[in-house]
């Protein structure tokens, strides 16, 4: 059943609270994916810059792990109809789980693909720079692949979702 | 893409004054899908429909439809002119 039951076990033991029906336009939630991955990169791009300098390699990989921890913080843990891939089946209705499912699948084949050349591109980069700026090169890419797995599904749903219904005239 | 399906619910629910929170309260599903439903940007399952129409007391047709709607107004009226 896609009914949302309360009392569902899953979600009684898991339920922090409401679920928010509350969604931007989807011209805002595209900028917002955008500039996520964009910004991602930049960040991406200042720890690359950092490791010329006299900073220790473990900084630059906790500097990298916190960035993917901020950007999850962002589009994994909040309870919005937009965050369906994080959320169980009682909880959504048929839309949203088709919306869920179908993400899931896109977001698999991208998935995929950016695995494979993120895999290649890392090994080049420990072949040809067989020292720590290979080792960080291929660290950023796994990190990106790591956030991509986790935030694509949510992303993806953030984009296809339709403009939200327009306020009501009167009052039910 | 599917061929949207037509319906009545945003004629139904401001009828008997309803928000569509107590709509989608009453059928289980989220707020935003009952907006969606009423404008053409999802189409249901069977089952979701069949319980929409219950809700409203209405049969299937009365409430969906692969064609346009006729107005209400030209139905009952045209209707009576004609008879």
């Known amino acids: ?172 | 893409m599917s061929p949207s399906i037509q319906n009545r619910i945003g004629v139904l629910r401001a009828e008997r004054g309803l928000s569509r929170q107590q709509l989608a309260d009453a059928v289980g599903i989220n707020y935003q899908t009952v907006g969606y439903l009423e404008r053409g940007d999802y189409n249901p399952s069977l089952e979701l429909a069949f319980r929409i129409a219950e809700y409203f007391g209405l049969p299937l047709e009365a409430v969906f439809s692969r064609q346009p709607f006729a107005p209400m107004s030209s139905q009952l009226y045209g209707k009576e002119e004609s008879a």
């Open chain 1, 1 to 172: 059943m896609t009914e949302a039951r309360p009392e569902h076990p899953v979600i009684a033991a898991s339920h922090r609270r409401p679920l928010s029906s509350r969604v931007g336009s989807r011209r805002v939630r595209r900028r917002l994916i955008i500039a996520t991955y964009a910004g991602w990169l930049v960040f991406a791009g200042c720890v690359k810059f950092l490791s010329y300098g006299p900073l220790p390699s473990i900084w630059l990989g906790l500097i990298l792990v916190g960035g993917n921890l901020i950007v999850q913080a962002a589009w994994v843990t909040r309870r919005t109809i937009i965050s369906t891939p994080a959320l169980v089946d009682a909880e959504l209705d048929e839309r949203l789980i088709q919306s869920r499912n179908a993400a899931f699948r896109t977001a698999f084949k991208i998935f995929g693909l950016a695995a494979l050349i993120g895999w290649l591109l890392a090994m080049v980069a420990m072949q040809v720079q067989p020292n720590n700026q290979g080792l960080l090169n291929s660290l950023i890419l796994f990190m990106g692949v790591a956030m991509l797995a986790t935030t694509l599904p949510t992303a993806i749903v953030a984009w296809r979702e339709p403009d939200p219904a327009e306020p009501e005239l009167s009052a039910g």
